[in-house]
């Protein structure tokens, strides 16, 4: 698995934006501190409660992207009949066949799905933060808010920093 001080890996996948419009995302262009994460699939239980929760990283000036290896299609119909996910600002992108997951090591190729894995990546397309969890098993958002902050400030930050401090 790719981690801290690795470059993030360049893509350019399609996706389904806050506005349920099927747009091209191309990582290069990106400016910024990123958060990249991925889920297992789709029309499932937990995920949509980790994407409604992940779309508060947007209030923090980092652009935030999620990834399943379904579809734009299957992403667009879900994200127009699930309402935890119906009004996200962030897009949602297909990374079908799985080859970005793969090149950063967090598929479950037993369950043929991503694992639930966040990137932390700054301006520099360089991994800051990796946390993957097991498919069962979904993410603390106020971890990951606080984390990209403290990555931010700079210098050193006990476990429980927070802004301000």
Known sequence: ???????????????????????????????????????????????????????????????????SGDNEFCKLNWKQSNELISDIRHPLIADCGLLLSESLGVVNWENGVCLRATFIVDENKVIQSTQVNALDTGRNVDEVIRTVNALRAGGLTGCAWQVGE
């Open 1 to 67: 698995m790719l981690s801290v001080g690795e470059r993030f890996p360049n893509f350019n996948l399609t996706g389904v934006d806050g506005k349920n419009e099927m747009v091209d995302i191309d990582n290069t262009e990106i400016e910024g501190w990123a958060v990249y994460y991925f889920y297992p699939k789709d029309f499932t239980f937990i995920c949509p409660t980790e994407i409604a929760e992940m779309d508060r990283l947007v209030d923090e000036d980092v652009s935030v992207f999620g990834f």
